[in-house]
């Protein structure tokens, strides 16, 4: 694998990694509820997590998704019912006082989300199918997507989590918080439904 393939592997990262879906929902409320320093551990939890993923697909998981396709299934259902809890819990906060006391996501949620997360399985699996090479630089390649994929997402989480924390800063009215709120609260059911289509 030659280092020419960085530039590829970091705009399919990029691409995937900056369009919405469920990380980039829940930071941006986590951004508007807790504001950026105290969303610090779920945004760097995300790129971790991810990393990980890499290693796993990277070490034979991904030939398991190809024998056992209802593997992926199991991913979407488990995905799906924890965005739809995040979105329920959103919901039913009464104002951004009662949201502002629960607890941020924490950096080790944020990681194992991710192998619950269908998005991130599919940036994954496509990533080291795609952007590894087989034979004795194998390890390398792999290592060198993880890296890559590190150095791109972690930008790209930040930028969802400032605009939420943005919006924080911009809407001082506490009903004006509250819509926005509850709208991040239907984005994230509607993430998880995008799964299924």
């Known amino acids: 694998m030659t280092l020419a393939l960085v530039a590829p592997i970091a705009l399919y990262v990029f691409v995937m990694a900056i369009t919405p879906g469920p990380n980039n929902m829940m930071l941006t409320t986590s951004g508007l509820i807790f504001g950026l ?16 993923q890499m290693a796993v697909v990277g070490a034979g998981l991904g030939a398991v998704f190809a024998v056992e396709p209802r593997l992926q299934l199991v991913i979407k259902f ?3 019912i924890y965005l739809f809890w995040l979105a329920w819990k959103l919901w039913r906060a009464a104002g951004m006082p009662e949201a502002r006391a629960a607890e941020p996501i924490s950096f080790w949620q944020a990681a ?6 269908p998005k991130s399985w599919v940036l994954v699996v496509t990533a080291i199918a795609a952007y590894t090479t087989p034979g004795p630089d194998y390890v390398w390649s792999v290592l060198l997507v993880m890296a890559v994929f590190v150095c791109t997402t972690t930008p790209c989480a930040a930028t969802w989590t400032a605009f939420g924390a943005a919006l924080k800063s911009l809407l001082k009215d506490e009903k004006w918080l509250l819509i926005v709120n509850r709208t991040l609260a239907v984005l994230t059911a509607l993430t998880a439904l995008i799964f299924w289509f």
């Open 112 to 117: 194992l989300f991710q192998f619950a997360n």
């Open 37 to 52: 320093r105290r969303t610090l551990p779920h945004m760097f939890g995300i790129p971790f997590g991810g990393a990980a």
């Open 78 to 80: 488990a995905g799906t």
